[in-house]
């Protein structure tokens, strides 16, 4: 085990170098004066962009370029962000919070939601329970989130008052010293129950739509797991033993319809916290996805750069711990790997 998980972690800075090249081999299609943009650190360089290119060899060899850029990206400088008028350090520290917030609470339904209908409709296939799973799976994945988002906030919020858009009250906003970072979890553990009250009814609207949007697929993946798992010969045997169909579900076939449910979890857990651009934006909620947005729209470099290589390396450090469980979960992958 502990072979597999050193092999896992010796290809993890290997995985993130390449990143690095990746994305700064896109930045060279763009013009060195918005490539200049990337060494700016305040304001007041922006009218200093023919210096910078000079100084930090703009026109020259690309590899020498290279250098310069990840020496500065290591020593945690990512530049000015335009859109946000800060640091992309202090935009990151500002917004991604947020983010994490919100997908934290919305995993838990997403989850719990996903993986129980899509054991039902594995087990009950064809029948009711099935149908049913399918209809909410087609649902989820046809109905764009912010038709769907606009709908809701005009609906409940609009005419009945219910779960407003954006992060905090008002009201509540001008009582507290700062409204920014982990605001939820703080409040949660200073047991300021007005504040968590209050965060999480601005939250219900963007779980509610990431629920039935982002479960659809855990559904789909965990009932062709069932289904496959309940045909296999384990199975067939552990009920010619006289076990019980919930002794045989939940000690034989459960385990193995996790294993790719578990992976699917890990990527989508990721896949949230850089693509709830959408929802956030719709429900004017101040996370990462909506600052990308906006800077995307800015020709923000630095703000996108820095959005792009912290998401990537989320994403490869969650495939690393998927993997890690993978070979908790399923034995064999330990010996593969």
Not at 83 to 98: N, T
Not at 244 to 265: D, G, K, M, S, Y
Request: charged share 15%; net charge positive.
């Amino acid at each position: 085990m502990l072979t597999f998980i050193v092999k896992r972690l010796l290809q993890l800075p290997i995985t993130l170098l390449a990143i690095s090249m990746l994305v700064f081999a896109l930045t060279q299609a763009l013009p060195a004066d918005q490539r200049a943009t990337a060494y700016i650190t305040n304001e007041k360089q922006l009218n200093q962009i023919p210096a910078i290119i000079q100084t930090y060899h703009l026109n020259e060899n690309v590899l020498k370029q290279y250098g310069v850029w990840i020496a500065k990206v290591l020593r945690g400088n990512l530049g000015y962000s335009t859109s946000a008028r800060e640091s992309v350090v202090q935009a990151l520290a500002q917004y991604f919070p947020a983010t994490i917030e919100l997908v934290t609470v919305a995993i838990i339904p997403i989850v719990s939601f996903g993986v129980l209908l899509g054991i039902f409709a594995g087990v009950y296939r064809n029948r009711w329970p099935d149908q049913l799973a399918r209809l909410i799976a087609i649902v989820g994945s046809a109905l764009p989130s912010f038709v769907l988002g606009i709908f809701l906030l005009a609906w409940l919020y609009g005419n009945l008052q219910l779960f407003p858009p954006g992060r905090i009250s008002d009201s509540l906003s001008y009582s507290l010293p700062s409204v920014d970072g982990f605001l939820l979890f703080r409040s949660l553990g200073q047991g300021n129950w007005t504040v968590v009250t209050d965060l999480l009814r601005h939250m219900v609207l963007p779980v509610f739509i990431l629920t039935l949007i982002s479960s659809a697929q855990l559904v789909r993946v965990t009932r062709g797991s069932m289904i496959e798992q309940m045909q296999q010969d384990y199975v067939r045997t552990a009920r010619s033993k006289g076990l019980t169909e919930r002794r045989v579900i939940t000690r034989h076939a459960l385990r193995n319809v996790l294993i790719p449910v578990v992976t699917l979890i890990g990527l989508l857990f990721v896949a949230l916290l850089g693509g709830v651009t959408i929802t956030e934006t719709v429900f004017n909620y101040p996370g990462i996805g909506a600052w990308s947005a906006r800077g995307a729209t800015l020709l923000d470099v630095n703000g996108v750069i820095g959005y792009t290589l912290v998401i990537a390396s989320l994403t490869v450090i969650t495939n690393t711990v998927v993997d890690v469980l993978y070979g908790v979960i399923d034995p064999r992958v330990r010996f593969d790997g």
